[in-house]
């Protein structure tokens, strides 16, 4: 199915490019997501950062010219205190006080017990939890394996991303913290997956989705890109329960094998309703890209689908293997329907709009 007329870039810097809003994008350590900068509730600002340096650049949209609002050099300070001198550091974004709003930024360095959570007052960042190097980590999880991933989750069903999900591919470790004015607690503790999912290959990812389509990111996907495992989990009282598996004998999701060890999935919202309850999933070096919504009670079915060897999506191609992509909420309407795709090391950069 071929469908590249579906989406349309609103801005695009082409192989080789100059980045955006003065972020040059030429490292191959670069890494992007959306951030609500204002605490608005809306994922409308982007965060461009490169580990190991301590470069960190945070952009603001006006009618599509990006401008920084806060922005180091490379290489640079890190931010609020944070140096970002190791090519292992990762940040996400926290609601820390549980506001409803995720306007926190977590960093952290996987294998050394390093944290920090770092709090925006008028335009400056400033740490309101911090472990060191070496640190012990947060709430028990000692973060001493270099593949520990962390990303903020609604465990309480509340609308609000104040839960962390820490989870350690290979191990079958998982730990849900919540926290208490600072002081982080285990809510749920194992060495033996979540939900039925064991998570014991070092290729399993996780984040947060909504799969009930009510504005709660309160399920999980969990997946293995190259084995085509994936399951849906939601809290089952103290515990979890799976709620989707792998749909078909050749495995996948909505008839997206995802048999490539490269296949990368993220939340999206696909018809603008301001919940991230479809699917994106994409395999960078050929450029195949899917968009999943829910059938029914069924499982999902592709709305836009380019299969392998394809042509990716609104002109951006996909075909180099280094291609990343996230959805952002361009219009700051609240509705995070809008792909940012984008190659470090090469400055490369569009972001799509759905034309249709």
């Known amino acids: 199915?071929?469908?590249?007329?579906?989406?349309?870039?609103?801005?695009?810097?082409?192989d080789p490019g100059y980045g955006i809003g003065g972020y040059d994008l030429k490292a191959?350590?670069?890494?992007?997501?959306?951030?609500?900068?204002?605490?608005?509730?809306?994922?409308?600002?982007?965060?461009?950062?490169?580990?190991?340096?301590?470069?960190?650049?945070?952009?603001?949209?006006?009618?599509?010219?990006?401008?920084?609002?806060?922005?180091?050099?490379?290489?640079?300070?890190?931010?609020?205190?944070?140096?970002?001198?190791?090519?292992?550091d990762r940040m996400c974004p926290f609601d820390y006080d549980h506001s409803g709003k995720a306007d926190h930024l977590l960093v952290y360095r996987p294998g050394t017990g390093t944290i920090w959570i770092l709090k925006n007052c008028a335009g400056?960042?400033?740490?309101?939890?911090?472990?060191?190097?070496?640190?012990?980590?947060?709430?028990?999880?000692?973060?001493a394996s270099v593949?520990?991933?962390?990303?903020?989750?609604?465990y309480d069903s509340t609308g609000k991303l104040d839960h962390l999900v820490i989870y350690r591919p290979?191990?079958?470790?998982?730990?849900?913290?919540?926290?208490?004015?600072?002081?982080?607690?285990?809510?749920y503790a194992q060495n033996n997956g979540i939900g039925g999912y064991n998570l014991d290959s070092h290729a399993d990812r996780a984040f947060a989705f909504d799969y009930e389509?009510?504005?709660?990111?309160?399920?999980?996907?969990?997946?293995?890109?190259?084995?085509?495992i994936f399951c849906i989990i939601q809290k089952n009282g103290t515990g979890f329960a799976s709620i989707y598996t792998t749909d078909t004998a050749s495995g996948g999701v909505g008839g997206c094998t995802l048999n490539s060890p490269a296949?990368?999935?993220?939340?999206?919202?696909?018809?603008?309703?301001?919940?991230?309850?479809?699917?994106?999933?994409?395999?960078?070096?050929?450029?195949?890209?899917?968009?999943?919504?829910?059938?029914?009670?069924?499982?999902?079915k592709p709305v836009y689908r380019q299969?392998?060897?394809?042509?990716?999506?609104?002109?951006?191609?996909?075909?180099?293997?280094?291609?990343?992509c996230f959805a952002f909420d361009y219009a700051s309407n609240g509705n995070p329907d809008h792909l940012v795709s984008y190659r470090p090391g090469t400055g490369t950069v569009w972001i799509l709009e759905r034309a249709s």
């Open 1 to 14: 199915m071929s469908c590249t007329d579906v989406y349309r870039a609103v801005y695009a810097q082409c």
């Open 307 to 324: 299969d392998a060897p394809g042509e990716g999506i609104g002109g951006y191609n996909f075909k180099s293997p280094i291609d990343r």
């Open 124 to 143: 400056q960042f400033m740490p309101v939890f911090a472990q060191m190097v070496p640190g012990t980590g947060i709430g028990g999880c000692n973060l």
């Open 28 to 88: 191959s350590a670069d890494r992007c997501f959306a951030f609500d900068y204002n605490s608005t509730g809306k994922r409308d600002h982007v965060v461009l950062y490169r580990p190991g340096l301590g470069c960190v650049c945070i952009l603001k949209n006006t009618c599509g010219v990006f401008t920084a609002v806060y922005a180091t050099s490379s290489p640079g300070q890190g931010i609020g205190g944070y140096d970002l001198k190791s090519p292992n």
């Open 147 to 154: 593949a520990d991933r962390i990303f903020a989750y609604d």
């Open 263 to 300: 296949d990368r999935c993220f939340a999206y919202d696909y018809d603008g309703g301001d919940n991230l309850d479809e699917l994106v999933i994409y395999r960078p070096g050929t450029g195949m890209f899917w968009i999943l919504e829910r059938n029914g009670t069924e499982g999902y």
């Open 170 to 187: 290979g191990t079958g470790m998982v730990w849900i913290l919540k926290n208490d004015c600072g002081s982080f607690t285990a809510v």
């Open 213 to 228: 389509g009510n504005g709660k990111l309160d399920e999980i996907v969990l997946y293995r890109p190259g084995a085509g």
